[in-house]
């Protein structure tokens, strides 16, 4: 138990509308990244946000925005949906300092389905 | 864009029996992490290793970051049951505005029965 919550737990859109994940990080954390895991493969970066703010960016499109809120939980957004968004989608929550951020934890995820 | 490759990319073995995991890499990582998943869950992490050389042993669970920090080990001895799970390592590295990502090895999937 890592008190890093997401939702919704499981989702199923179909080709071209928008979704909505939410991630609720850990109490004192200020920076929370999001990652894309497909099916039998590792997860990759998409970004990160470090008060209120996008810190870094992985390969992803620009339909893939974020956001995060002054209780530092944070929301990712992807517009126009494609059959290859279809993954599990982890939020991680970590608390920064001085510039250095300590040890990531995962929630849960989010199982999207895109038909 | 770094890499990181993980060998075997399955692996079935029997109550009992030692195993290695192996993680390589042609790129230089800060730091490196390995994780174990299970079905449904996020990553959990076991160990960070930061320094050339490094071992580190977490009871059965022994890890290795190679001299040049490009490559690691996980080494399992008397596997159980318990240790079913996805295996990733993942390399640490900085982002423009800071922070720090993490770039996930392919992963190995690792069954033990009994």
């Known amino acids: 138990e890592t008190g890093v919550t997401q939702s919704p737990t499981h989702l199923i859109k179909t080709r071209g509308q928008q979704v909505t994940l939410r991630c609720s990080s850990q109490?004192?954390?200020?920076?929370v990244s999001w990652y894309q895991q497909a099916l039998g493969q590792g997860p990759q970066f998409i970004f990160q946000?470090?008060?209120?703010?996008?810190?870094g960016r992985g390969n992803f499109p620009p339909r893939f925005s974020g956001l995060q809120f002054p209780n530092y939980s944070s929301e990712l957004n992807v517009n126009a949906l494609e059959l290859d968004d279809s993954a599990l989608y982890l939020c991680?929550?970590?608390?920064?300092?001085?510039?250095?951020?300590?040890?990531?934890?995962f929630g849960p995820g989010t199982r999207l389905l895109v038909l | 864009t770094q890499l990181l490759e993980q060998s075997p990319q399955f692996l079935s073995i029997q109550e009992g029996e030692n195993l290695t995991v192996y993680c390589n890499s042609s790129?230089?990582?800060?730091?490196l992490q390995w994780y174990r998943q299970e079905p449904g869950e996020g990553p959990v992490l076991l160990v960070t290793?930061?320094?050339?050389?490094e071992v580190k042993k977490l009871k059965r669970l022994t890890f290795q970051f190679g001299d040049a920090r490009k490559d690691s080990s996980l080494h399992i001895t008397a596997a159980q049951p318990g240790d079913t799970g996805l295996y990733l390592c993942?390399?640490?590295?900085?982002?423009?505005?800071?922070?720090?990502?993490?770039?996930f090895g392919t992963g190995t999937q690792l069954k033990v029965e009994l």
């Open positions: 991680t929550s970590s608390q920064t300092v001085g510039g250095y951020q300590e040890t990531q934890y």
């Open positions: 946000y470090y008060r209120e703010e996008e810190n």
């Open positions: 790129s230089v990582f800060s730091s």
């Open positions: 993942a390399g640490g590295g900085v982002l423009t505005g800071g922070g720090n990502k993490l770039t």
């Open positions: 109490s004192g954390h200020n920076t």
């Open positions: 290793v930061v320094t050339g050389g």
